[in-house]
């Protein structure tokens, strides 16, 4: 297993949702500010890239971006709303080895009212069986939880197993990137249900091991999303991989580590110099510092998958315990 290097590309602050956890649609970009598509060209190949914003599908030259980067990735992601079916379904007809998640926030009352949508649902559940019936298999929902839809999670996760796609998760978070910091993170009411979402991933229905496996490791995740919704002191999580495992580019092309700190801490713009040049930079070494020195601790999977990578007997040993306990008919230790 080899540990890729991954970069998320924030190609608009535009958006069609406006989600009560984030408020990035109340600071939207405008099209001839957005960094053009060609200076994606720029990035090394070998790299695993999300395309997510706001709403990426609203960018006209989405195609574009695709075309560039579909070669030189090792795997090319989209994050969406679902709401623009048509272009979606094209992207995955023309790029079939992308992988696509497909953001909703619970069933249709609780996913409509968190997103501000009007039928925000019903285009995510149509785009989704929309992208079954093409070649790209890597398809599936994804669901940030929150003190409010946490009720939902478990049949969020039941649909998913009927449809036969993933379900990929987080949890809300407070930074400069969605424009928060009165985000609830810990959350009594969503513990125990919580719980129950991660004992049917370790007890998966999946069909075929390879797709258990998935939820297994999922579950692994969630273990520090727990911890964190119960509000446990820091140092249960691995460290934080930003500069060196994962970076983030925004809509007018600067480079930054991550999207959890409470400001942008910006390196260089990959408009200006070659991201060679900006990732050796001085101040890519400076910004690195204060990563390591980090207190937000966020619960991002793009960390936890890196370390998983590097120590994989460590989430091995937790999935068999914990599988062990739920057939004795013990609560899950998260420790």
């Known amino acids: 297993m080899k540990n890729i290097v991954q970069g998320s590309l924030i190609t608009t602050f535009r958006c069609n949702a406006k989600c009560n956890m984030c408020n990035i649609w109340k600071h939207q970009t405008h099209p001839e500010e957005e960094i053009d598509a060609s200076f994606y060209e720029k990035l090394p190949a070998g790299l695993r890239i999300n395309i997510t914003g706001g709403e990426a599908?609203?960018?006209?030259?989405?195609?574009?971006?695709?075309?560039?980067l579909y070669s030189k990735a090792s795997l090319l992601e989209l994050s969406t709303n679902?709401?623009?079916t048509d272009t979606i379904v094209a992207l995955a007809n023309k790029y079939p080895n992308i992988l696509?998640?497909?953001?909703?926030?619970?069933?249709?009352?609780?996913?409509?009212?968190?997103?501000g949508t009007v039928n925000g649902f019903d285009h995510a559940l149509r785009t989704m069986l929309e992208l079954k019936k093409t070649k790209c298999k890597n398809i599936g929902f994804s669901v940030v939880i929150s003190p409010d839809n946490y009720k939902d999670l478990v049949h969020l996760y039941e649909l998913c197993v009927a449809l036969d796609v993933e379900l990929g998760n987080s949890t809300v978070h407070n930074s400069w990137y969605f424009h928060k910091?009165?985000?609830?993170?810990?959350?009594?009411?969503?513990?125990?249900q919580h719980e129950l979402f991660v004992k049917a991933m370790l007890t998966s229905k999946r069909r075929g091991f390879k797709n258990r496996l998935k939820d297994y490791g999922r579950a692994y995740f969630n273990r520090s999303i727990h911890r964190r919704l119960r509000g446990d002191e820091a140092g249960y999580r691995p460290a934080c991989g930003a500069l060196t495992d994962f970076f983030f580019i925004d809509p007018w092309g600067n480079v930054s580590p991550c999207n959890g700190s409470s400001e942008e801490w910006v390196i260089g713009n990959?408009?200006?110099?070659?991201?060679?040049?900006?990732?050796?930079?001085?101040?890519?070494?400076?910004?690195?510092?204060?990563?390591?020195?980090?207190d937000h601790n966020c619960a991002f999977i793009v960390t936890e998958r890196h370390d998983m990578l590097r120590r994989p007997w460590i989430p091995i040993m937790w999935v068999l315990k914990n599988k062990w306990r739920i057939s004795n008919g013990k609560n899950i230790c998260w420790k």
């Open 57 to 68: 599908t609203i960018r006209k030259d989405i195609d574009k971006i695709f075309e560039i």
């Open 82 to 84: 679902g709401y623009n």
């Open 100 to 115: 696509i998640r497909v953001s909703v926030e619970g069933l249709p009352q609780i996913n409509d009212n968190k997103r």
């Open 181 to 192: 910091d009165d985000n609830v993170i810990e959350s009594e009411g969503a513990l125990e």
């Open 270 to 294: 990959i408009k200006e110099d070659s991201f060679e040049n900006i990732m050796a930079s001085d101040k890519a070494k400076e910004v690195l510092e204060k990563v390591k020195h980090c």
